[in-house]
């Protein structure tokens, strides 16, 4: 079954942390993985795309990395800022065409 | 550039009832699609389309009715409402950059049924 796992469920930091999100998956075959922020209220919003011969991206202080062999993923965070507060979500998407499979997401709480 | 806009942005129902969810994107992007949003699991696709007059259903479409009449516009009828329906609805517009589809989401209607 295509699955994707995310961990921890939420997590709390203080702001000017740094912090690690984990993202495992069953999905295949495989054809690229997304990290998503969405802010309380408001829909996802893009933050990396990473296709199979990706093994890291960065926008801005984020960061992701890839293991398709070991199928998991991680988003770190660098110097967090309150703005960071949200959830994230990874998706994987099967080749083919437009088939989603999104993680439950992990809920960020970044304190002053 | 208003991206993809969703109305309205709250609604509740009573049991029975219909009403239409609204979805707008100026992008003129071909591919659109509806998800829902429920605690504890991730967004699942209801139905999609893949170009004006053209749609197809997704992972969970009982209870809802799409057309597509133009490129602009994907609005998600609900037939009966059920408490079950309770949810947030997100549509999503796409295009193909390079190699993958990007995706630009509205910023949801939360719909409670009671």
């Known amino acids: 079954k295509n699955q994707v796992e995310q961990s921890p469920q939420s997590l709390i930091i203080l702001e000017g942390k740094n912090c690690t999100l984990q993202?495992?998956?069953?999905?295949?075959?495989?054809?690229?993985l997304r990290w998503y922020k969405q802010d309380t209220g408001r829909g996802p919003v893009s933050l990396t795309i990473?296709?199979?011969?990706?093994n890291t991206k960065s926008n801005g202080r984020y960061t992701a990395t890839l293991d398709a062999d070991t199928k998991q993923s991680s988003l770190h965070i660098t110097a967090s800022q309150l703005s960071d507060s949200a959830s994230y979500i990874c998706?994987?998407?099967?080749?083919?065409?437009?088939?989603?499979?999104f993680g439950t997401g992990t809920r960020l709480l970044v304190s002053p | 550039n208003a991206g993809v806009t969703q109305t309205p942005k709250f609604q509740v129902l009573k049991t029975g009832q219909s009403m239409t969810l609204q979805c707008a994107q100026d992008?003129?992007?071909?591919?659109m699609s509806w998800y829902r949003q429920d605690p504890g699991m991730g967004l699942r696709l209801i139905h999609y389309s893949v170009g004006a007059g053209i749609t197809d259903q997704g992972e969970v479409p009982n209870g809802y009715n799409v057309s597509r009449s133009t490129t602009e516009d994907f609005p998600l009828r609900l037939l009966s409402a059920a408490p079950s329906q309770t949810s947030v609805y997100f549509c999503?517009?796409?295009?193909?950059?390079?190699?993958?589809?990007?995706?630009?989401f509205g910023s949801g209607t939360r719909l409670t049924v009671v």
């Open positions: 998706v994987v998407t099967n080749t083919g065409f437009q088939k989603l499979v």
């Open positions: 990473m296709t199979f011969s990706e």
């Open positions: 993202c495992n998956y069953t999905v295949s075959p495989f054809s690229n």
């Open positions: 999503a517009s796409s295009y193909l950059d390079r190699e993958y589809y990007g995706y630009t």
């Open positions: 992008m003129n992007h071909e591919y």
